[in-house]
């Protein structure tokens, strides 16, 4: 099969840092990857929201890298210091094997994470695995950070977004992740997202078939911003599905960042959530606090992922 969409790798414009290298010839974007489908980690995974992970598990493929440098990252093994650990090349049609694979082991779904820098081969092998028999919905889960055009060219390919919303102030997206224009996109890519899939569809046991949901993680020190990206996902529709995580923990580098160096507290995550209420985004999911502490894979193992039976509720 001749690439229909990674051909453009080329010239890459695959997210909005539109490094525009050659990643087929073999060169790195910000990403610190070529065109290589470079993944850390794939199976089944117990630990997202309940609609997604259901009773046999989110079908996960954790793509190698990352378009974002986020100080405080929890999957900083594969997203930031992926070079000082394992991972593997694929095919397109290698990859999409896997997610066949995936299928027949009982996924409720097929779970991209990390995709912003890797969503023409993800199309790719999206399209061969249908071509062989997939009939899972695909779920886009990404940091929000996304190109409208890029997404644009894989409408339909996509049955479920799941985007993070973390900032609606470049001053802190440019202190925590090393971007300087993430209020100016989520917006739009909010949009984009919604305008393909609609709101969150749920089958009679509670598993979703289609839609958006959109994650907040809550910063410690940083209510302001959570307020305003509440305001933001409000004023797009109050019907829309959010998930407000309170798993935030100082993982990686956030050591260097002495207002980020705590746990997030109860008081700051219960005003968080009572503001949610308040704006009328009543399709929330909430979490414990103590899934900062349980909620943390480990990447060097085998199974990462041996907390999955504490999961969001």
């Given amino acids: 099969m001749i690439a229909r969409f990674s051909d453009q790798l080329a010239n890459c414009v695959c997210c909005p840092r539109d490094c525009r290298v050659d990643r087929l010839s073999g060169k790195a974007g910000y990403c610190r990857l070529d065109a290589s489908i470079e993944i850390s980690h794939i199976g089944l995974h117990f630990g997202e929201e309940p609609p997604i992970s259901g009773t046999n598990g989110s079908g996960t493929i954790f793509f190698a890298g990352c378009n974002l440098r986020c ?22 049609q290698e990859l999409a094997v896997e997610m066949l694979q995936l299928q027949d082991r009982g996924a409720h779904n097929i779970n991209f994470v990390s995709p912003s820098h890797m969503i023409f081969q993800m199309a790719d092998a999206i399209q061969v695995a249908r071509d062989n028999g997939l009939i899972l919905p695909v779920v886009y889960n990404s940091n929000g ?90 004023g797009l529709s109050p019907d829309i599905f959010i998930s407000i995580m309170s798993q935030y923990s100082p993982q990686y580098r956030a050591c260097e960042f002495p207002m980020i160096n705590r746990t997030l507290t109860t008081d700051e995550y219960n005003v968080i959530t009572e503001y949610a209420l308040e704006l009328g985004l009543e399709n929330a999911f909430v ?18 992922f041996d907390f999955e039976a504490r999961s969001l509720s």
């Fill in 71 to 92: 100080v405080f990252c929890q999957n900083y093994q594969i997203s930031q210091e992926f070079r000082k650990h394992p991972t593997h090349i694929y095919t397109i």
């Fill in 287 to 304: 979490q414990e606090l103590a899934s900062q502490e349980t909620g943390l894979p480990d990447f060097t193992l085998e199974k990462p």
């Fill in 145 to 234: 950070y996304d190109s409208v055009g890029a997404l644009r060219q894989i409408r339909g390919l996509v049955d479920i977004y799941l985007p993070d919303i973390k900032y609606v102030d470049n001053s802190i997206g440019r202190q925590f992740s090393s971007v300087k224009d993430y209020a100016e996109v989520i917006p739009e890519v909010l949009v984009e997202m919604l305008d393909q899939v609609g709101h969150l569809e749920l089958d009679d046991e509670g598993i979703a078939k289609r839609g958006l949901m959109v994650r907040h993680l809550v910063l410690p020190g940083y209510l302001d911003n959570s307020r305003k990206c509440l305001d933001l996902l409000a």
